[in-house]
């Protein structure tokens, strides 16, 4: 039987982020995606222009119909948008004991936009990080998380504060290579990976889902995230543009 994953994020009308690039990725390894869409997006591949966020409560519902119905082996959160999903979320994954989440701190888009209401990273530092088992940011992303500049800084203060692992991504350098970063309590571990001639829609959301259906398959955590990156990098080699903006991964198995 394929492995449940638990979605929670935002919707890309685009197609090329969010949800739909949760779902694909989901599918691309062998697992079962159900989802909780956080807000309804106004983006293409080239910008976001707004969103709407959906009511707690309706969230609430969804929830728990789900959890009466499906046993779930993983979770992936995505954007959030307000402190007040995030605290549905808190008290949904207190709900789920056991289950290795994985959360992609997002706060805008890569083609560029905003996707939160409001600054969130305290909400998410205290309310969420507790319970996942790694965050997945871009540096800037760690950067705003942590109040630090430095990578290694980044990567302690997230540790610290967050109380789960950090996988901090290099896809916002401008180095030749894209070099992730894994701090684990005592343990440090980077991959470089050449960096690919074109900017991607979407490659955040398909790194943590990949890394939470891989983590749903029980593969231990570092196994995980170094077999996750292996398939994004195949995603992107493959990728394609579908408008006028940024490349898509092409999630194909």
């Known amino acids: 039987m394929k492995p449940n ?31 909780l869409i956080t807000g309804l997006t106004v983006q ?15 969230l609430q519902q969804q929830a728990d119909a789900l959890l009466d119905d499906l046993d779930y082996q993983a979770v992936k959160i995505g954007m959030t948008g307000s402190v007040a999903i995030i605290d549905f979320i808190a008290d949904l994954l207190a709900r789920l004991p056991g289950v290795p989440v994985i959360l992609d701190p997002v706060l805008a888009a890569e083609a560029g936009g905003s996707l939160a209401q409001e600054s969130l990273a ?3 530092l205290e309310r969420l ?26 990567g302690d203060t997230l540790l610290a504060r ?3 692992a950090a996988l901090i991504t290099g896809t916002h350098d401008d180095t030749d290579q894209v ?6 309590p005592g343990r440090h571990r980077q991959w470089d990976w050449p960096r690919l001639p074109h900017s991607y829609h979407g490659s955040g959301c398909t790194l943590a889902s990949a890394i939470a259906c891989l983590r ?32 898509v991964p092409n999630r194909q198995p």
């Open 162 to 164: 967050g109380r789960c």
């Open 179 to 184: 070099s992730n970063h894994l701090f684990q």
């Open 122 to 124: 305290d909400a998410m």
């Open 216 to 247: 749903a398959h029980q593969q231990p955590l570092e196994e995980a995230v170094a077999n996750a990156q292996a398939h994004v990098d195949r995603f992107l080699r493959q990728a394609f543009r579908p408008g006028r903006g940024q490349h």
């Open 5 to 35: 994953i638990l979605v929670i994020a935002g919707h890309d009308p685009s197609g090329g982020a969010g949800i739909h690039a949760d779902i694909e990725t989901i599918q691309a390894l062998g697992g079962f995606a159900s989802t």
């Open 129 to 154: 990080a507790p319970h996942c088992e790694l965050l997945t940011p871009n540096l800037p992303e760690a950067r705003l998380l942590s109040g630090e500049q430095a990578l290694h800084a980044c």
């Open 44 to 58: 293409n591949s080239q910008n976001v222009r707004g969103f709407q966020l959906t009511d707690p409560a309706l």
